[in-house]
């Protein structure tokens, strides 16, 4: 392939966004103790990205067919830059969790216009190597994220994870303006607005509800409030993309059992690991008394594990029979079974579990989408 600009443009936002779900994770017991946070907040400074990302993902993704993916692109990482900023000036947690809830707004218009742009530059064999590099570099960001996390805490400081964004995001930049065409979807379309907003209550009132659990109990008001309007936000989603002409999500999909099951093992997947991850770092941290760097050693094994599964799984489809990709489930039965309560094990050995749990799982089994 000779035409690497784009794919090098297009694949500097991909590394940032995706390197910030993971960055901040072993920086958070030194963000606890300046910014006086609580757990919660803490929480919230993982979520709040990662809600943002995903709640406008779709709207934002036919949003760029519009306006233009290109000119959204670069919108996103202009928000991303700006986020990044207020994120490492922040003086008390509720600004850092807004920040960080604007860096997922800039992340959902980059992400929503990475596979489009890579789509509408390359063709045939080049498509495909496209997409195996950038595969490659979205599970290396997820990889290198607590490395060095805990090398920029230790060293210059935890604000420093954010500060690292501004110069990638001038290179992505320009970058992109200087070698990225403009694309833009079939003629006609319109923003599904209705189904952007009730898209977007669903995930929040589920999220805040989770959240908050922890703190006031599954059965307060708060949470049984949030999880009333998740459900009646979910009920208007799927009443409003029966109805509209070009939907956020094609209903019809939810009639597939393939469609399905992934998309469950994904949510149980991405729904325990950004539970998992953030604790574990915290407990390394404070009960184990390692350091940053250290700790970001320790979550290797996961977040390298994954990387080395996406590139694996992909593979694994030319060959392998279809339904024994479905194994990929295997391993996480297994070692829940054998590192769960029932069974005590080492201190210094939890964290590698994850390792084996729960990477075969999520690319097996979206390798079989």
């Given at each position: 392939?000779?035409?690497?600009?784009?794919?090098?443009?297009?694949?500097?936002?991909?590394?940032?966004?995706?390197?910030?779900?993971?960055?901040?994770?072993?920086?958070?017991p030194?963000?606890?103790?300046?910014?006086?946070?609580?757990?919660?907040?803490?929480?919230?400074?993982?979520?709040?990205?990662?809600?943002?990302?995903a709640?406008?993902?779709?709207?934002?993704?036919?949003?760029?067919?519009?306006?233009?993916?290109?000119?959204?692109?670069v919108?996103?990482?202009?928000?991303?830059?700006?986020?990044?900023?207020?994120?490492?000036?922040?003086?008390?947690?509720?600004?850092?969790?807004?920040?960080?809830?604007?860096?997922?707004?800039?992340?959902?218009?980059?992400?929503?216009?990475?596979?489009?742009?890579?789509?509408s530059?390359?063709?045939?064999?080049?498509?495909?190597?496209?997409?195996?590099?950038?595969?490659?570099?979205?599970?290396?960001?997820?990889?290198?994220?607590?490395?060095l996390?805990?090398?920029?805490?230790?060293?210059?400081?935890?604000?420093?994870?954010?500060f690292?964004?501004?110069?990638?995001?001038?290179?992505?930049?320009?970058?992109?303006?200087?070698?990225?065409?403009?694309?833009?979807?079939?003629?006609?379309?319109?923003?599904?607005?209705?189904?952007?907003?009730?898209?977007?209550?669903?995930?929040?009132?589920?999220?805040?509800?989770?959240?908050?659990?922890?703190?006031?109990?599954?059965?307060?008001?708060?949470?049984?409030?949030s999880?009333?309007?998740?459900?009646?936000?979910?009920?208007?989603f799927?009443?409003?993309e029966?109805?509209?002409?070009?939907?956020?999500?094609?209903l019809?999909?939810?009639?597939?059992?393939?469609?399905?099951?992934?998309?469950?093992?994904?949510?149980?997947?991405?729904?325990?690991?950004?539970?998992v991850?953030?604790?574990?770092?915290?407990?390394?941290?404070?009960?184990?008394?390692?350091?940053?760097?250290?700790?970001?050693?320790?979550?290797?094994?996961?977040t390298?594990?994954?990387?080395?599964?996406?590139?694996?799984?992909?593979?694994?489809?030319?060959?392998?029979?279809?339904?024994?990709?479905?194994?990929?489930?295997?391993?996480?039965?297994?070692n829940?079974?054998?590192?769960?309560?029932?069974?005590?094990?080492?201190?210094?050995?939890?964290?590698?579990?994850p390792?084996?749990?729960?990477?075969?799982?999520?690319?097996?089994?979206?390798?079989?989408a």
């Amino acid at each position: 392939m000779r035409n690497w600009g784009p794919l090098t443009a297009v694949c500097l936002g991909t590394f940032m966004l995706l390197l910030d779900v993971t960055i901040a994770v072993v920086a958070l017991p030194d963000m606890a103790r300046a910014l006086h946070a609580s757990l919660s907040d803490l929480q919230w400074v993982i979520d709040g990205y990662a809600l943002a990302l995903a709640a406008l993902l779709l709207g934002v993704g036919a949003a760029a067919d519009i306006l233009g993916r290109r000119r959204v692109h670069v919108a996103g990482v202009v928000l991303f830059a700006v986020a990044s900023l207020l994120c490492g000036l922040a003086s008390g947690p509720g600004m850092l969790v807004a920040a960080r809830g604007l860096q997922g707004v800039g992340a959902a218009a980059m992400f929503a216009t990475t596979l489009p742009l890579l789509g509408s530059v390359y063709q045939g064999r080049q498509r495909s190597t496209a997409l195996g590099v950038w595969g490659a570099v979205s599970g290396g960001a997820a990889a290198v994220g607590p490395v060095l996390g805990g090398l920029l805490t230790e060293g210059p400081g935890w604000r420093w994870i954010f500060f690292v964004n501004l110069p990638v995001s001038v290179a992505s930049v320009w970058l992109t303006l200087r070698v990225v065409p403009e694309s833009r979807g079939p003629r006609g379309m319109r923003i599904d607005w209705a189904g952007t907003v009730a898209f977007a209550c669903f995930a929040g009132a589920t999220t805040y509800g989770v959240v908050r659990a922890g703190a006031d109990g599954w059965t307060s008001g708060a949470v049984t409030g949030s999880f009333g309007t998740a459900a009646l936000a979910l009920v208007a989603f799927v009443l409003v993309e029966r109805r509209v002409a070009h939907p956020l999500l094609d209903l019809s999909l939810l009639r597939k059992p393939a469609f399905v099951g992934v998309m469950a093992g994904a949510l149980a997947f991405n729904g325990v690991a950004f539970g998992v991850i953030p604790y574990l770092s915290i407990w390394m941290q404070t009960v184990l008394g390692m350091s940053p760097v250290r700790g970001g050693l320790t979550l290797l094994p996961l977040t390298g594990a994954t990387m080395v599964v996406a590139i694996l799984a992909g593979k694994l489809l030319h060959w392998a029979p279809f339904d024994a990709l479905t194994c990929g489930y295997s391993p996480t039965c297994t070692n829940a079974h054998r590192f769960g309560p029932y069974r005590p094990v080492p201190a210094r050995i939890k964290p590698f579990q994850p390792a084996v749990m729960f990477p075969w799982e999520h690319h097996t089994g979206t390798a079989n989408a």
